[in-house]
């Protein structure tokens, strides 16, 4: 049941939930009820009789095995609640589909989660250092709703504000704790997955027209017999000038993260007895800085099947985690940590590589660097080539990472790369997609994984319209799937919105008054401002509006705008708490809190649509259709700032 419902069977009014700030309904979600799934409990063969879970009051001499099953319906399933899963699911059910999404864990966020603590880094690393490109459409959503929410940012909240922020999606049912072992096939075609969820001993029939897999490690796709690669490419294959000269099986490893606090007082330490003790002088470029989280070089890979050691790695990598801390608290050499205490040491290895699918596209290094330009771009990325080194921690003498190359700008990620080459209808996003071991090493990051998350869910939403394969979006309607990216917020190097649904570009626009930018350029296509050249309008006073006039009445319905959320400042929730300091208290103060659209009927401006408490960049506001020659978009207010930004206004019929 979604959270939703449950409070409402509760009894509370939707007044009561929706006091004070209310990302709630703030999401566009467009429901669908020509597919509304079928989902029934189904146990009807003589071994599995027809209950819901063969429970029994006991004592009456009879032992039922319990067989829990049932059976779902859906237009798509995703696999895998990881940040690239979110997004995948998130802009699937936004776009019409029935979508259920199945997470083995008991929270959303893979590696994001306060299970493993790991920052959403992305193609802000750049090397000029221009600041930060944050990466806007679902990805940005989550995070702002955690700002919103969860403005001392912990790690425990977090968790359930990226289920908050998923679960409001009307066609969107998340089921944690289930993990997806199989699947049923027809040809090439996956017609179902069975999935074993834990905590209700269930084994679970999901049927679905498409299957994303974003688990990481892809063990659905893999059981559909798609076609993957594991290890390092040979130097050869693709001319990759940091890949080695002969292909092996070496992946970047698993890591424990653990998390330390000052108690203002000094503290002792004592490791216990099963820790690897650290010998710092054979460990070459190993830092030990920031002690309050860390440290993503406690590392260890596999050069053969780094799935199956990674309860074996974790045993180790916890001994690793603890020996590291004794040498931090006892060697002498760190002052600074007199008054820390170890509070957290993670009991999962978080996981950097392990199986990538191959897709009609294979990315490498060289796309990368030569920022190729892709007719079928749909996400990028811009974090360095950040490869670690085979081994991790039992291969002290070589660096932890090497760190090969800095981007200058973002590198795009084609759609080719994001569906099986051989199974019709999957796709994958995250860190199982089809690039090669060194490409990897930069989009493996999650800013870069929700890119590719956001893109693959809405081509599975264009499937389902189309009655069409992945592949056949890419063949016939690729145009539509970057345009519903653009108009989603999603963000796509060199590429202009161009949607001739817009009537916004018909319209002559006119500023109030304006501090930077030109109100021209918020219809001009991109929604944000680049390295090279300026995307908004700005006012001088909090008093300004922007009008719309058409030469001939137009008829409207909806009004959508892009806003200011800083796109330079970091807002991920980084376990480092230096960084942390660095950002803004709660929600960007740039942005618009309140935001008003007249419109001018029979000679009259009239209200039309008003937005308060928002929280997002793109705020969609639908309206009863009016005819109109002239609208007026009136920022009222923000979270802190005395003057106005956007960067897009859209309409549409
Ligand atoms: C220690 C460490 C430090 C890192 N540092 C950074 C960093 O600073 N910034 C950054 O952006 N990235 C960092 N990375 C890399 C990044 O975390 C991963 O590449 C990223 O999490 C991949 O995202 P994903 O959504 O593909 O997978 P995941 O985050 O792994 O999410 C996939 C989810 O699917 C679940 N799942 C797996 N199999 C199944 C199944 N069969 N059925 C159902 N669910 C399943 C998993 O439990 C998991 O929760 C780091 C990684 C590690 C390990």
New binding site residues.
């Given amino acids: 049941m979604k959270r939703r419902n449950f409070i409402h069977n509760l009894g509370l009014t939707a007044a009561a939930l929706t006091a004070g700030v209310n990302p709630i309904g703030a999401h566009e979600v467009k429901k669908d009820s020509s597919t509304s799934p079928s989902n029934t409990l189904i146990s009807d063969t003589e071994d599995w009789p027809k209950r819901n879970d063969n429970w029994l009051y006991l004592g009456n001499g009879q032992k039922l095995k319990p067989k829990r099953f049932k059976e779902v319906h859906y237009d798509v399933m995703v696999?895998?609640?990881?940040?690239?899963?979110i997004c995948a699911a998130v802009s699937a059910a936004r776009n019409g589909s029935q979508v259920l999404l199945?997470?083995?864990?008991p929270m959303?966020?893979?590696?994001?989660?306060s299970e493993?603590h790991?920052?959403?880094?992305?193609s802000y690393h750049l090397k000029n250092k221009f600041g930060c490109d944050r990466e806007t459409g679902v990805v940005e959503e989550l995070q702002l709703t955690n700002k919103a929410y969860n403005p001392y940012c912990t790690w425990e909240i977090w968790d359930h504000m990226m289920y908050t922020y998923a679960d409001e999606f009307e066609n969107l049912t998340i089921e944690l704790n289930?993990?997806?072992?199989e699947a049923l096939m027809e040809g090439n075609k996956i017609t179902s997955a069975i999935?074993w969820q834990t905590t209700t001993e269930t084994k679970w029939k999901v049927n679905a027209k498409i299957f994303i897999d974003?688990?990481?490690?892809?063990?659905?796709a893999a059981a559909a017999g798609a076609e993957y690669r594991t290890g390092r490419e040979s130097r050869d294959e693709f001319n990759e000038s940091f890949a080695p000269e002969k292909a092996d099986g070496w992946c970047m490893g698993?890591?424990?993260?653990f998390l330390s606090v000052d108690m203002g007082k000094p503290v002792t330490y004592k490791a216990p007895p099963f820790a690897i003790p650290y010998d710092f002088s054979k460990a070459y470029k190993r830092k030990i800085n920031g002690l309050s989280c860390g440290f993503?070089w406690v590392?260890l890979g596999s050069d053969y099947d780094i799935i199956a050691v990674r309860e074996e790695n974790r045993n180790k990598l916890a001994a690793y985690t603890f020996g590291v801390w004794d040498y931090v608290k006892n060697s002498g050499k760190f002052p600074e940590a007199e008054n820390l205490a170890l509070t957290w040491v993670g009991s999962i290895?978080?996981?950097?590589?392990s199986r990538r699918f191959m897709g009609d596209y294979l990315l490498n290094q060289n796309d990368l660097m030569n920022y190729r330009h892709f007719e079928d771009a749909v996400g990028f990325g811009g974090?360095s080539l950040d490869e670690h080194c085979p081994g991790g921690m039992d291969n002290l003498k070589d660096p932890p990472s090497f760190f090969h190359s800095r981007f200058n700008k973002q590198y795009e990620i084609p759609y080719r790369c994001l569906y099986s080459k051989n199974i019709e209808n999957l796709l994958f996003?995250?860190?199982?997609v089809s690039v090669t071991h060194m490409a990897l090493s930069s989009t493996?990051?999650?800013?870069?994984?929700s890119t590719m998350?956001q893109a693959v869910g809405t081509a599975a939403a264009l499937c389902l319209a189309h009655q069409t394969s992945p592949r056949g979006i890419y063949q016939k309607h690729l145009m539509e799937l970057q345009e519903m990216l653009l108009r989603d917020d999603a963000y796509i190097p060199n590429r202009k919105a161009n949607d001739p649904e817009n009537l916004a570009t018909q319209a002559t626009l006119k500023a109030s008054s304006t501090s930077s930018g030109d109100v021209a350029l918020l219809t001009d296509g991109i929604s944000r401002d680049l390295i090279e050249s300026v995307h908004h309008w700005a006012s001088e006073d909090s008093k300004a509006s922007v009008t719309l006039t058409w030469k001939k009445p137009v008829l409207l319905q909806t009004v959508e705008i892009k806003a200011d959320t800083n796109l330079h400042q970091e807002i991920e929730l980084h376990p480092n708490k230096l960084k942390m300091e660095t950002q803004d208290f709660g929600l960007p103060p740039e942005l618009i809190k309140t935001l008003s659209v007249k419109a001018k009927i029979n000679g009259k401006w009239k209200e039309i649509a008003r937005k308060e408490d928002n929280i997002f960049r793109l705020i969609k506001l639908h309206f009863t259709p009016i005819q109109t020659q002239e609208i007026r978009v009136r920022p009222i207010d923000t979270y802190g700032s005395k003057t106005h930004k956007l960067f897009e206004i859209r309409c549409y019929r």
């Fill in positions: 696999i895998g609640g990881g940040i690239a899963g199945v997470q083995d864990r959303l966020g893979g590696n994001a989660s493993m790991v920052p959403i880094n992305g289930i993990q997806a072992i999935c974003c688990s990481g490690d892809g063990l659905l698993d890591s424990i993260q993503w590392e290895a978080g996981r950097r590589e974090w996003a995250g860190r199982n493996r990051v999650m800013g870069t994984c998350g």
